[in-house]
């Protein structure tokens, strides 16, 4: 195998990994999402109070996957 085939070989493996990062921010999402069900069917009168927080935490962990998604674009085109 050739410098130049391995290294692109190298760089599409490279990119795979990193999007491994969009699959634990979806798993993470579906988390956060059901834990806020289960705790809004428990506790109604908390659920405005709790929606805030879940959006909060929705944001930060789609940024997970974003940055995951950036990563693997870097590496695929640089």
Request: hydrophobic share 60%; net charge negative; charged share 10%.
């Amino acid at each position: 195998m050739d410098p130049q085939s391995a290294a692109l070989l190298a760089k599409d493996v490279g990119a795979g990994l990193a999007t491994i990062g969009v699959a634990g921010a979806g798993v993470g999402i579906g988390n956060l999402f059901g834990a806020f069900v289960s705790a809004s069917g428990r506790n109604p009168a908390a659920r405005d109070s709790l929606f805030k927080d879940v959006l909060l935490g929705f944001a930060l962990t789609e940024a997970v996957a974003l940055y995951a998604l950036v990563i693997a674009l870097v590496i695929l085109f640089t």
